[in-house]
């Protein structure tokens, strides 16, 4: 039987340089199982999505950090990107967002750059987790175990490494986030 949200909220915390599909596949996902996505970003209005280097379309944003409250959510989402997993970090409204999914004990999930995120928060030593091939490296020095593997659930936390592995980081972000309701 297919996993079935009944509503629940899924934050979804990207900004300008957000990869694409990495955004809006987990998005039909979940939206399709019956959960509630919203764009929580840095700043309100819309950000720029982008398919690798080349500049993609935009999302409106749901929520602004300052508006939004960890509490109100099942599960939270970070979607790759260079430029986007780089300015989350950078934010400290954003880490401390993040921090309160782990302490709450709440599914995460993470794909490609979002990874730095997870860093940036402290959130990953003694964890084995995956992302994108040259974070590898900025993971062992954090303290966590890194595999190349298509997707790695530990515990809460489901990562991926790239777009490719969306199919199997889609499903077991559903497991985990229906786990969760």
């Given at each position: 039987m297919a996993t079935q949200l009944n509503g629940a909220r899924i934050a979804f915390l990207a900004t300008d340089g957000v990869e694409q599909v990495e955004l809006d596949q987990p998005w039909s996902a979940i939206s399709d199982a019956g959960g509630q996505p919203e764009l929580i970003s840095l700043s309100s209005g819309e950000i720029q999505a982008f398919?690798?280097?080349?500049?993609?379309?935009?999302?409106?944003?749901?929520?602004?950090?300052?508006?939004?409250?960890?509490?109100?959510?099942?599960?939270?989402?970070?979607?790759?990107?260079?430029?986007?997993?780089?300015?989350?970090?950078?934010?400290?409204?954003?880490?401390?967002?993040?921090?309160?999914?782990?302490?709450?004990?709440?599914?995460?999930?993470?794909?490609?750059?979002?990874g730095w995120v997870l860093i940036e928060a402290g959130v990953v030593s003694g964890r084995t987790l995956t992302s994108w091939p040259s974070l590898r490296t900025d993971f062992r020095n954090a303290g966590a175990q890194w595999v190349d593997e298509e997707v790695v659930v530990d515990g809460t936390l489901v990562t991926s490494r790239k777009p490719d592995d969306l199919p199997a980081f889609n499903a077991a972000v559903l497991e985990q986030v229906g786990r969760a309701v």
């Open positions: 398919n690798h280097l080349d500049q993609g379309d935009t999302r409106s944003v749901d929520r602004d950090l300052d508006k939004a409250n960890p509490d109100d959510y099942v599960a939270l989402v970070l979607p790759g990107g260079v430029a986007n997993g780089d300015f989350v970090r950078a934010d400290e409204r954003a880490v401390n967002f993040v921090k309160s999914f782990f302490a709450a004990g709440k599914p995460v999930g993470v794909i490609c750059h979002g």
